[in-house]
């Protein structure tokens, strides 16, 4: 077959096609699953708990979308738009509880605040015998909220350093105030952000599984797991993946919906926004209230868990504690440099053969960002389970070749997390001209090679900050990793988990550290580089 860039069909789209379909057959499968019929004891289970299952999603929906938005919007926005002393180290600092993950600040704050444990013992030290009881949903609202702000900190920050002045400077000079200048003007600009990182909170919300389980919150997920581990019901299991899979969708085209065909786009300018000086008691006011986020959410949990690791570590880390180490390690980084060389080819197709098909590649793909890791989780074993099955019948093997391998949980891993390799590519393709590429291939280069010598040398810092960003997602997951991993595979996550949720708290702090130190990191060098 031609290659060139008229043709709709070329080697380069049919590979992005085939891609593209594998990687949604987990999704189909598990609508295709939940819908092939009622048994007894799916039909017992909507009669029941299923309310109850929906009703607590809702809440925790709404009550961490509140709050992420009024912590991220807020904190971004007095960093962007303020100056005062130390905000460079606020800057930075605010982003640090995306180290951390739900389920470990549950855990930590469960072990402070927990029954007979530190908080208690001190009030009962001071004559004050009242219970105080964390384990409810309101507290793993607070919890989640601590851990999740930082997506919508760090996207809506970037919106709104890309403010224009061209509207907010004349405002100011003509006496309104800061406060309707920021209703008026930059909340309706940074919109698609606020959203977009809202939809992250909204997603990564209903995927939650440590959490929830641990305090006793009855969402989807949660029931997802239940039918499948403990009442072995994978149908059941499907039709609550199905649910979880609708409210996103529904919360996604809400929000379509209302922005109707609005445009956020603006003239740009190349002046700086006015900012202005905080002092006197405002200053120590947002001293006090930008403080509490970083506190609660990084600085209490990570002294907690260092202090149990300095305490525990001799006696953990071991020849176990290395191979999970590099069982977290082989497994996030071969995963990330996969989805980032797939989501290059798909983008790298795109662009060289623009057409209707191939534009809507790369929207086909991030529909597995928008799922729950159990859904992909239940949608993986079913298509492999299938696989093993039919290998079964016509090669008369009594080995399952791919069900419970490495290569079922680094799939999962990559129709999970590929949307966050094709944002980063299209992103990084929108900085390079065209015309480069027309022009190598007037020289006489192959599509290959003009690849290869001038697209990524040009593109490595933003394939390098993919990267990052995907291997912290995968070293974080913990619903897929738990119900796909292999047998005797641990990883940071699940042995994190396991250990937490036999109430051996301080025996997990030592993994719960590794995962944040090895998130932190990256994470670091990435604001460096950026300069968030």
Known sequence: MKLGGSNLISRWSLWSYILTIIIVIPIVLVLNHALGGETQALEHLKKTVLIEYIRDTLILIFGVGILTLLLGVWTAYITTFYHFKFVGFFVFALALPFTIPTYIMGYIYSDIFGYFNYFHIFLQSIGIKEYFNILNINWVILFMSLALYPYVYLIVKVSFEKSKSALLNPALSLGESRKRVFFKIILPLSRPAIVGSLALVVMETISEYGITEYYNVKNLTVAIFNTWFRLHDSQSAAYFAMIAMLLVIIVLSVEKFSRGKANYKTESSDASVQKQHLKGFKLYITYFIISLPIIFGFIIPSIWIGVYSYEYAANIVDEEFLTILINSFLSSSLSAFIII??????????????????????????????????????????????????????YFTKTLFFSGSLFVLIFAYTV?????????????????????????????????????????????????????????????????????????????????????????????????????????????????????
């Open 416 to 532: 999970r997390f590929s949307a966050i390799g094709i944002n980063t590519v299209e992103s990084g393709f929108e900085r390079i001209s065209i015309n480069l590429n027309r022009a190598s291939r007037s020289l006489g280069l192959s599509y290959f090679k003009t690849m290869f010598k001038v697209e990524i040398p040009l593109m490595k810092n933003t394939l390098l900050f993919g990267f990052v960003l995907l291997f912290i997602s995968a070293i974080k997951e913990l619903p897929m990793t738990l119900v796909l991993r292999p047998f005797n595979h641990e990883t940071l996550t699940t042995k994190t988990y396991v250990l937490a949720n036999a109430q051996m708290v301080q025996e997990s702090s030592i993994y719960a550290l590794s995962i944040i130190v090895i998130s932190l990191v990256p994470l670091t060098i990435v604001m460096l580089k950026r300069k968030i």
């Open 341 to 394: 060389s797939l989501a290059f080819l798909v983008g790298y197709t795109s662009r060289i053969f623009p057409s209707m098909i191939n534009g809507y590649l790369s929207k086909i793909i991030s529909l597995g960002f928008t799922m729950p890791g159990a859904v992909i989780a239940i949608g993986t074993i079913i298509l492999f389970a299938d696989i093993d099955k039919w290998l079964i019948e016509h």
